[in-house]
Nanobody, 123 residues
Framework: VQLQASGGGLVQAGDSLRLSCAAS????????MGWFRQAPGEQREFVAT????????GYAESVKGRFTVSRENAKNTVYLQMNSLKPEDTAVYYC?????????????????WGQGTLITVSS
C-alpha cells in the first residue's frame, strides 16, 4: 500500500487548506485512516482519525472545531480540511492507514504511512 499526501504549502494565519491522501496498491475502503503531524524539533502527534465508513471520527483537542477529516472510499482518498490555521499548526502532515475498521488515535496502531506534506502557517 502506498499513501500519497498532497495539498501542503505556505499560508497565512486564518487561512484554510485541504490535504488529500490518495492510496494506491490496494483498496482501503475497510481501513481506518489517520492524520498525524510533526513540528520542527517535536515528536509526531495525532491530529485526526476516521473509521472505515466515515461515520466515526476523532480529533486532537488542539484542532477540534477547526479541522475536519473525511473520506471518499470510491476514490480511495482521505481528506483533512483545515480552517482557521494558526502558526502552531506548522508541521509536516502525514496520513496513515491501519488494518482495522475502527479508528485510533495511537500512532503505533497504524500500519502504513505516507511521505508527509509540509504546511507552514505564517503569522
Amino acid at each position: 500500500v502506498q499513501l500519497q499526501a498532497s495539498g501542503g504549502g505556505l499560508v497565512q494565519a486564518g487561512d484554510s487548506l485541504r490535504l488529500s491522501c490518495a492510496a494506491s496498491g490496494r483498496l482501503l475502503s475497510r481501513n481506518a485512516m489517520g492524520w498525524f503531524r510533526q513540528a520542527p524539533g517535536e515528536q509526531r502527534e495525532f491530529v485526526a482519525t476516521i473509521d472505515w465508513s466515515g461515520r466515526s471520527t476523532g480529533y486532537a483537542e488542539s484542532v477540534k472545531g477547526r479541522f475536519t477529516v473525511s473520506r471518499e472510499n470510491a476514490k480511495n482518498t482521505v481528506y483533512l480540511q483545515m480552517n482557521s490555521l494558526k502558526p502552531e499548526d506548522t508541521a509536516v502532515y502525514y496520513c496513515a492507514a491501519r488494518d482495522a475498521e475502527t479508528y485510533s488515535t495511537v500512532e503505533a496502531f497504524y500500519d502504513y504511512w505516507g511521505q508527509g506534506t509540509l504546511i507552514t502557517v505564517s503569522s
